[in-house]
T-cell receptor
């Protein structure tokens, strides 16, 4: 089955700086890569996703890049704000069936 | 209206008991899931149903039994609860070509 690895496990940045979270996957057939944000005590929520026919996608301060050859994808958050503090999960899926999640990155944005 | 709702939100019970968690979605999605999030925040799929039919059954003890009376509901029954079952259980639903919508989670504590 698919194996998704996520780094770093914790990330601390100063408000206004950028944050980058990286994931690798093992199954070259995976074609859908969502990112979820989970605030403390709340449900994971989809923040951005990318499909395998696209190399980059941006939504305001959030962007995701995908390198199919290297089998890795990354989440980029620019101009971080304290409300960006949360646990972020990457995931990989083939044809929107089972999602395999990374182990999560706890992002702390210091004011 | 809550898109994916789970009950109860908190469940504290003794070892050996049997308990159920209920999930309902009003999004018209075809597929529903149960995920377990352990103390290290790792999200692991347990089951998936598509139009009331079981399509994913991961390596989960057979003390866990899902039931889907219709495509809007997916319940999880757990027999003979053990300490290691303590976790947050998330229900989720999806439609093809889109990511998951998660429920708010059920925090199960076995004492």
């Amino acid at each position: 089955g698919e194996n998704v690895e996520q780094h770093p496990s914790t990330l601390s940045v100063q408000e206004g700086d950028s944050a980058v979270i990286k994931c690798t996957y093992s199954d070259s057939a995976s074609n859908y890569f969502p990112w979820y944000k989970q605030e403390l005590g709340k449900r994971p929520q989809l923040i951005i996703d990318i499909r395998s026919n696209v190399g980059e996608k941006k939504d305001q301060r959030i962007a995701v890049t995908l390198n199919k050859t290297a089998k890795h994808f990354s989440l980029h958050i620019t101009e971080t704000q304290p409300e960006d503090s949360a646990v972020y999960f990457c995931a990989a899926s083939k044809d929107f069936n089972k999602f395999y999640f990374g182990s999560g990155t706890k992002l702390n944005v210091k004011p | 209206d809550t898109a994916v709702s789970q009950t109860p939100k908190y469940l504290v019970t003794q070892m050996g008991n049997d308990k159920s968690i209920k999930c309902e979605q009003n999004l018209g999605h075809d597929t529903m899931y149960w995920y377990k999030q352990d103390s290290k925040k790792f999200l692991k799929i347990m089951f998936s149903y598509n139009n009331k039919e079981l399509i994913i059954n991961e390596t989960v003890p057979n003390r866990f039994s899902p039931k889907s009376p219709d495509k809007a509901h997916l319940n999880l029954h757990i027999n003979s609860l053990e300490l290691g079952d303590s976790a947050v259980y998330f229900c989720a639903s999806s439609q093809r070509q889109h990511g998951y919508t998660f429920g708010s989670g059920t925090r199960l504590t076995v004492v």
